[in-house]
């Protein structure tokens, strides 16, 4: 009984001596929060395009794939496009072809559902006036080449140069 007496005694002055670590669980956390702002921006390869002299109801085009669209911006975008009319000396008449009356068609590779068919298809006629959808849901970072066709007048009374500007709008999808 004493050496079990002793023992003990041993045994208590050898756990008395150990360093005692403290069992604890974490009383904070941290969270890393994100957030990235939703931006429209496009950029697009060409400022200008001269058809050059044009013969009456003629079909002049850019040639497919003419200019590229990329969309610049954090979130997918609908392109749509537009013209301002003609302008210069006595103007055209903006529309379907008819004398002293022309107008621009559009199409690009980003096909599918909603705005152009496909390349070289020149099926989006460009108003004057409003816009229409030329690119249906550009991803992010994501570009199509776009053409444009003019379809000229189908008689001149005059020869004045005519000029219009085409403007393409990107809008969140």
């Known amino acids: 009984m004493r ?7 041993l045994l208590g002055l050898l756990l008395a001596a150990m360093p005692v670590a403290q069992v604890s669980a974490a009383t904070t956390q941290t969270v890393t929060v994100t957030a990235t702002p939703t931006y429209v921006s496009i950029s697009n390869t060409q400022t200008t395009y001269d058809f050059g002299a044009v013969a009456t109801s003629s079909t002049p085009n850019t040639t497919t794939g003419w200019s590229t669209v990329t969309n610049d911006g954090s979130v997918a975008a609908d392109i749509t496009i537009e013209s301002n009319g003609w302008s210069g000396g006595t103007g055209w008449t903006y529309g379907s072809a008819a004398a002293d009356t022309g107008q621009l068609k559009a199409s690009g590779t980003n096909g599918g559902v909603g705005g152009t ?5 020149y099926d989006i006629t460009i108003p004057s006036g409003s816009s229409t959808l030329l690119i249906d849901d550009l991803a992010a970072s994501g ?3 776009w053409e444009m066709q003019l379809d000229a007048p189908t008689s001149f009374t005059f020869g004045d140069e005519q000029t219009t500007t085409v403007t393409l709008t990107a809008s969140a999808s």
């Open 3 to 9: 050496k079990l007496i002793a023992s003990l005694m």
């Open 117 to 121: 068919g496909g390349a070289g298809l």
């Open 143 to 145: 570009s199509s080449a």
